[in-house]
């Protein structure tokens, strides 16, 4: 189960969108619209994400029939929530234990520690089942620098326990470390 399709958009020789995230294309497609008066691009933007694998369910009116199936809801995430796990992996190079070090803080108004904890856990449990996805040329042995592959700079990591026993259990850890601080002794709920 993932949002990512092993050769699906990376399969042609030209992706103009295929860079740029969720949150940013909607800004563009919605920036767009109002500049060029091209309304039917605010209603792409404003489209709910859906894989569409399954049926359109009927409406009773037999109008603005709705989709049975919601990516976000799928995904247990927000697409705000994804960019924002994206950027802490690639760009902050986080792992579970420091991703959820920086989202506790940052959503310590909106979420308790637990719920960061299962976002975080399952971001990284999908990221891990689908990271081979991601390596649109089969992975090679880099032994140098250089190398003729267009993969060469992407030496990550493609094939990850998708348990992360250690890291789950130091995040575990901190969760519980946090709800004594908040309830002022041991936290009774698991």
């Known amino acids: 189960r993932g949002y990512m399709t092993k050769y699906d958009c990376s399969s042609a020789d030209l992706n103009p969108i295929g860079a740029i995230s969720k949150g940013d294309l909607k800004k563009m497609l919605n920036w767009a619209s109002d500049r060029y008066q091209w309304n039917v691009l605010s209603e792409i933007a404003g489209a709910p994400p859906t894989a569409e694998l399954r049926p359109i369910a009927e409406s009773n009116s037999g109008q603005d029939a709705e989709h049975s199936q919601l990516d976000e809801e799928e995904m247990g995430m927000t697409y705000a929530e994804l960019g924002m796990f994206g950027t802490l992996r690639k760009l902050s ?3 579970p234990v420091s991703m959820f070090r920086k989202l506790s803080v940052t959503w310590a108004t909106s979420l308790s520690s637990r719920q960061v904890a299962e976002k975080v856990k399952r971001f990284f449990f999908y990221y891990s089942v689908n990271r081979h996805k991601m390596c649109t040329i089969t992975p090679a042995y880099h032994a140098e620098g250089y190398s003729p592959d267009d993969n060469r700079f992407d030496l990550r990591q493609f094939l990850y326990n998708v348990r992360w026993p250690r ?6 850890q901190l969760v519980e470390q946090a709800e004594e601080k908040v309830l002022g002794g041991p936290s009774e709920t698991k």
């Open 167 to 172: 890291q789950f259990s130091v995040i575990d």
């Open 93 to 95: 190079r986080c792992g």
